[in-house]
């Protein structure tokens, strides 16, 4: 059984529905809590369940950073810039405001560092239900 807490979240994930039902009973007779039901959004994660395959993706939180940093009407390009562009220290454009480009990088490294987190978490997952497989 994996259980994983956050702040105020619980997953309890097992390979036996009963391992569930019987640690949920346990933490609601300990704690006051309400009843889980399947999950669908952790972290800025949407998460989708099949009865074959679990889907995990971000769509939702880019689109929110998008429309956060004024980018949702933005079209889609394959090059960020020109590769013939020639950068200077001073074109005299305006400068950039600190506390929105911060954000920005905030927002991306969160996102990219999601995608190592899910490789590692799976890669864990991975090794224990092969042990688990291995015993049975």
């Known amino acids: 059984m994996i259980v994983q807490v956050y702040v105020d979240d619980i997953i309890i994930s097992a390979t036996h529905e009963n391992l569930c039902n019987e640690f949920s009973k346990m933490m609601r007779s300990e704690f006051e809590m309400s009843m889980m039901c399947e999950l669908n959004f952790f972290l800025g994660l949407q998460i989708k369940q099949t009865s074959n395959d679990t889907m995990i993706h971000q769509q939702k ?11 949702d009407s933005s079209k889609p390009i394959d090059t960020l810039i020109s590769p013939s562009t020639k950068l200077i220290i001073d074109d005299g454009s305006p400068s950039v ?40």
Not at 61 to 70: A, C, D, I, P, S
Not at 119 to 130: G, H, I, N, T
Request: proline share 0%.
């Open 61 to 71: 939180y880019v689109k929110e950073l998008l429309k956060r940093f004024g980018m």
């Open 97 to 136: 405001e600190e506390k929105t480009y911060r954000g920005m990088i905030g927002s991306l490294l969160y996102l990219t560092a999601v995608d190592l987190i899910l490789f590692s978490v799976l890669v864990y997952v991975s090794v224990f239900s092969l042990s688990l497989m291995k015993h049975s």
